[in-house]
C-alpha cells in the first residue's frame, strides 16, 4: 500500500463542504423508511459517559440503559456500545458480558492527549486488559498543527498494535484543526496508520461533531476504499441530541458511502441523550402519538 | 488520486438496504381553474381569437388547464392598455410609490411562497426543492431589490436624467416560469414602464396567479398586463408599433428572428439567448466540491438553464478520478415526481424538448462517443430523460458545439490552462463558464480570458437579483440584474 505524502493537502472548498450538507438536510424521511433509519440509528449509539463524577452507580445505570432502552417495548433494538473511563471498562464488561453490546473506552490521555507515550500506551493495555474491546483514542493535537505528521501517524500504530484485538477509533478533535483541510489530512493520517474507525470529537471541545467535518471525513474514507477495498468506520461524537439529526448524518452516510456502511459495525453515533429521542420517535412512529419524557429512563 | 492508483473500482451501492419513502407536497393545497383568460387593464378579459390552448402537467401528461390563446387584436389591446396606464397613471406617480407597489407584490408572493412553489412545479416539472429553495424566493428577492431602485435612479446614474421607455413587450421562456417574469416586470415597473408580457405557452400558470395577485395588489388597471399564447402572440408583441422595449428571453433562433424584426424601428431590445458553458476543473480544485459543482451546473432543472455547464472541460491528470466520482454521485440522484421533496431532476418540460434531446443522444451521437446514464428507473407516464454523460468527445461533434438544454453532459480533457481557455472559447455561445482550482490567482488568470457574462469560480448557477447577467455573442445582448440590467429600461439624458 502507497503512504500518501501528508505534506501535500487535499483540498477541500469550505462553501462546497457546507451546501453539500444543506442538500442532505432537505431529505424528507417519511414513514417506513423514517422508522428503519430510527431503529438503525438507535443500533449505532455508543452510550456514553465520561465525567469526573463517573461513579460504579452511574455506569452501571447506562450499562442497562443499553441493554435495555425501552422496557415497554421488548422489539427495541440495544445500543452498540457503551463508552466509560478505563476505569469502569471491567464494571462495565461483567454487566454486559453476553450482551453482544460492545465496551469502549477512551484512552491516550483523553480528552488532551498530553500524557507522556508510555502513559498513553500503558492505559490502552490497560483498558484491554480489564475488558475493552473498543479503544477510543485521542491524537496529539499539538503535533499535528506544528507538522509532525510522522509523529502523529506513528503514535496511532503504536497505539493500534497496543490494541491487540480491540478495535481502534481515532479521535481527531475536529474542533481544534479549525479547517476542514486539517480534518482531511488528519482522517487521512490515521486511516493510513491503522484506525478501524475515525472519531470526530471527545465531546469536551467545541465544536463536536459537525455535519460538514463528518461529510469531509467519509469522504476520506471513501477514498482509501476506492483505492484498497479496505472499510473505515465513522463515528461521529459529541453535539448529536436529536432523532432529525441522526437521520441526516443517515442520509449523508447512505448518499457518500452507500448501503454498505448503514451498519453499526461502520459507523456510531457518540451521544448519550440521542438515544432518548431517537426511541420517542420510534414510539411515535409506531403509535402515532408523542408521550412525555417521563415514559423514557434515563441512562 | 492518481489514475495509476485508481485500480481498485469498488462498488458502491447507494439503493440497497434504505429507500426514502415518497414524500410529496401535496397538490390539494392549490387550486387551478379549468380555465384562464388575458389579464389586460387589471381585469380577465376573454381573448377576441376565442382559441384556448392546454398547458400539461409533463410528469403525468395530464392537462392541468386550458389558457387563452392572445390573437392580434388581444395584443392590441394590452398594449393600449399598458399605454393608457403609462401616460394615465403610472409615469404621474411619484417613484416612491412604483417602489411601495413592488414591495407590496414581493410580500404577497412570500405569504403565498408555497402555492407558486407547487404550481410552477405541476406546470413546468421542476422538482419541489428547487421551485420552493431557489425559484420562488430568488422571485421574492428580484421584487425586493428592484423595489429598492424606485426612488433611487438618479443615484444608480448620477448625474443624467433616467427616464423609462414607456412600454416594454417581453417574452419570457418556459425553464423558470415565475423567476423570468420576476427578472423582466420587477426592473421594468421600477423604472417606471408598463409592461405586456407573454410567458411560455407551456408554463402559463404561474404568471397567471401572479396576474391574479398584482390585481389583489391593487397595482393601478394596465400597468401589468400577462397575456398567454405561443409563437404567433410573441410575434405579434415583437411587431406592434405601440411597444418602445423588448425584452426576450429564449433560444438563439428565436433571438435572430427578433433582431431582423426589429431592425428599421426604433425599439430598444435586450435579447437573453442560449449557451453552451464551459465548466473547467483543474488538477488542483476540490474534486468532491467540483462534482457537485458539476451536477448542480448541468442537472439543475432538468438542464433547462441557458447558463447550464453542459461542456466539461476537465485537466488529463484528474480526469479519470473525477468521472469515476461523478458517476458514483449521479447514481444518488433521485429522478421522479416533481412534487416528491426527495427529487433531485424531474420531468422534461414537454415532449417537444424531449424529443429534441433524445434526438441529440441519437443522431447526435457519432464516431466512438459513448453515452453513460444513471440506472435509475423513470416513470411510465410523463417526459423523462436519465442524467447522461457523453464521453470520447471533441469540439467537432455536434453534441459539444449545439445546445442540448437537457440533463446531458458532455466530457473533454485538456492539458494547459491555454487550452482550456481556447477549448471554452470556441463556441458561438458566451453565457456563463466555470473554473474550479484551489488557487485564486488562476482563478483570475483564467477567468478574464473566458469570453462570458458570468464566470463562477469554484461553484456553478448562483443568481442574486444585484448580480448583472447576460451574455457575449449569440448568447444575447444587454444584462439583467443589478444597476445594469436597469439601465436597458431606462432612457439617460
Known sequence: MMIPDFKQTVPVDQIGVEERVARFRTRSIKKESKLFALKLALQMVDLTTLEGMDSPGKVRQLCYKAMYPHAADPNIPMVAAICVYPNRVRLAAEILKGSGIHVASVATSFPSGMGTLESRIEEVKYAVDEGADEIDMVISRWAFLKGEYNYVFDEIATFKEACGPAHLKVILETGELETYENVRKASDIAIYAGADFIKTSTGKISPAATMPVTLVMLYAIRDYYLRTGNKVGMKPAGGIRDAKTALHYLVMVKETLGAGWLTPDLFRFGASSLANDLLMQIIKQKTGQYQSPDYFSIG | ?493
Open chain 2, 1 to 493: 488520486m492518481s489514475e495509476k492508483e485508481l485500480t481498485t473500482h469498488q462498488n458502491l451501492h447507494f439503493d440497497e438496504l434504505w429507500a426514502y419513502d415518497p414524500a410529496p407536497e401535496s397538490p390539494d393545497y392549490v387550486s387551478i381553474e379549468p380555465q384562464y383568460q388575458l389579464f389586460i387593464d387589471g381585469t380577465f378579459q376573454k381573448p377576441e381569437s376565442g382559441r384556448y390552448i392546454d398547458t400539461v402537467n409533463p410528469s403525468n401528461e395530464k392537462v392541468l388547464a386550458q389558457v387563452a390563446e392572445a390573437g392580434k387584436k388581444d395584443v392590441d389591446k394590452a398594449v393600449t392598455a399598458a399605454r393608457k396606464a403609462y401616460e394615465g397613471v403610472w409615469s404621474k406617480l411619484p417613484a416612491k410609490e412604483r417602489g411601495k407597489y413592488l414591495f407590496r407584490i414581493a410580500r404577497l408572493l412570500q405569504e403565498r411562497a408555497r402555492e407558486f412553489a407547487i404550481v410552477e412545479s405541476m406546470d413546468s416539472g421542476k422538482p419541489i426543492r428547487e421551485s420552493r429553495d431557489i425559484d420562488i424566493p430568488q422571485v421574492i428577492a428580484h421584487f425586493f431589490y428592484h423595489a429598492g431602485w424606485a426612488d433611487k435612479l438618479e443615484y444608480a446614474f448620477p448625474g443624467v436624467r433616467p427616464k423609462p421607455h414607456g412600454v416594454a413587450g417581453q417574452i419570457i421562456p418556459w425553464n423558470f416560469p415565475l423567476l423570468m417574469a420576476a427578472w423582466k416586470i420587477a426592473p421594468a415597473l421600477a423604472a417606471g414602464n408598463t409592461v405586456v408580457i407573454k410567458p411560455a405557452e407551456t408554463t402559463p400558470l404561474t404568471a397567471l396567479k401572479l396576474a391574479e395577485l398584482i390585481r389583489d395588489a391593487g397595482l393601478p388597471p394596465g400597468v401589468v398586463n400577462i397575456i398567454t399564447g405561443a409563437g404567433q402572440t410573441g410575434v405579434d408583441i415583437v411587431n406592434h408599433p405601440g411597444i418602445d422595449k423588448l425584452a426576450f428571453t429564449g433560444s438563439t433562433e428565436v433571438g435572430k428572428i427578433i433582431q431582423k424584426a426589429v431592425a428599421g424601428t426604433d425599439k430598444k431590445y435586450t435579447l437573453e439567448l442560449g449557451g453552451k458553458a464551459a465548466n473547467i476543473i483543474f488538477d488542483d480544485a476540490p474534486v468532491e466540491q467540483a462534482v457537485e459543482g458539476i451536477v448542480n451546473g448541468i442537472f439543475f432543472n432538468q438542464g433547462h438553464v441557458c447558463c447550464a455547464g453542459s461542456r466539461l472541460l476537465v485537466q488529463e491528470g484528474v480526469a479519470e478520478e473525477l468521472v469515476y466520482k461523478l458517476k458514483l454521485r449521479m447514481e444518488t440522484l433521485i429522478v421522479g415526481d416533481p412534487l416528491d421533496k426527495n427529487t433531485d431532476i424531474g420531468a422534461i418540460n414537454s415532449k417537444v424538448q424531449l424529443d429534441r434531446i433524445l434526438g441529440f443522444l441519437t443522431e447526435g451521437v457519432e464516431g466512438d462517443q459513448k453515452i453513460y446514464q444513471t440506472k435509475c428507473n423513470l416513470p411510465e407516464k410523463g417526459y423523462w430523460c436519465q442524467p447522461t454523460l457523453v464521453e470520447n468527445v471533441s469540439q467537432s461533434h455536434r453534441i459539444v458545439q449545439e445546445e442540448v438544454f437537457g440533463p446531458v453532459l458532455t466530457i473533454q480533457t485538456f492539458r494547459t490552462p491555454d487550452e482550456a481557455v481556447n477549448l471554452a472559447n470556441n463556441s458561438p455561445y458566451g453565457l456563463s463558464g466555470g473554473i474550479w482550482t484551489d488557487k485564486g490567482s488562476k482563478i483570475f488568470n483564467v477567468g478574464k480570458r473566458i469570453r462570458a457574462g458570468v464566470v463562477w469560480a469554484n461553484t456553478f448557477n448562483k443568481f442574486d437579483p444585484t448580480s448583472p447577467f447576460g451574455g457575449y455573442k449569440e448568447s444575447g445582448m444587454g444584462r439583467e440584474g443589478g444597476i445594469h440590467g436597469l439601465l436597458p429600461y431606462l432612457e439617460l439624458s
